[in-house]
């Protein structure tokens, strides 16, 4: 099993709508979660990190993480075209492995006027 | 301005041909890590460095060497290059490792090997 697993997408939403990307991932011990955009032939920048339980909003973006269900997700409202990215969830897990990051394959937004 | 630099920033070359691509930043940061991708396989992890003379192997580290002999670079050899190794590299950089540390990527290299 993949450490962490992404809907691979694409995903297609209209302009102002609500987008939701999910991520699984498989180990119980993972502490960190990170959300980065890529943008076609650029490099990853990070949108957002969560470690608790629950919700953290910043600005549009919601990063949501269940540990019980090994489960974070990243809803991105009033979506624009620019948001139009591929979306990486990337997992640090502390311990034996500390300093790892594993990445999923990433989802394929996009946003479409 | 604060950066994770990489170069050359594009290379073709041939089979077996020795090359490296170097890494760099200026944040004094302590880990560091060096990662390819391909089209339907993500990113994937091939070395890493704690800290300076402390490196480890990732995911998919053959064919592959790193050393940390300074805190700011983390060059990648490519001893023996074979088409396989085809890829766009990234190397990426965080102050140190735990909950919520950032990494901070270059902007890549794309290599092509014939």
């Known amino acids: 099993q993949k450490e962490v697993e992404q809907n691979s997408g694409p995903l297609s939403v209209p302009e102002g709508a609500i987008a939701s990307l999910n991520c699984t991932y498989s180990d119980r011990g993972s502490q960190s979660f990170f959300w980065y955009r890529q943008y076609s032939g650029k490099s990853p920048e990070l949108i957002m990190f969560?470690?608790?339980?629950g919700d953290k909003e910043d600005g549009r973006f919601t990063a949501q993480l269940n540990k019980a269900s090994q489960y974070v997700s990243l809803l991105i409202r009033d979506s624009q075209p620019s948001d139009s990215a591929t979306y990486l969830c990337a997992v640090n897990r502390d311990g034996s492995t500390l300093g790892r990051l594993y990445f999923g394959r990433g989802t394929q937004l996009t946003v479409w006027p | 301005e604060a950066q994770v630099t990489q170069n050359p920033r594009y290379l073709i070359t041939v089979t077996g041909k020795k090359l490296t691509v170097t890494c760099s930043q200026n944040m004094n940061h302590e880990y560091m890590s060096w990662y390819r991708q391909d089209p339907g396989l993500g990113l994937r992890q091939i070395y890493y460095s704690m800290n300076v003379e402390v490196t480890d192997k990732g995911d998919v580290p053959e064919g592959y060497k790193v050393s940390r002999k300074e805190k700011r670079n983390f060059p990648l050899i490519l001893e023996s290059p074979s088409p396989n190794q085809t890829s766009l590299y990234f190397c990426?950089?965080?102050?140190?490792?735990?909950?919520?540390?950032?990494?901070?990527f270059g902007p890549g290299t794309r290599l092509t090997v014939l």
């Open positions: 969560i470690y608790s339980n």
């Open positions: 990426a950089s965080s102050l140190s490792v735990g909950q919520g540390n950032e990494q901070f």
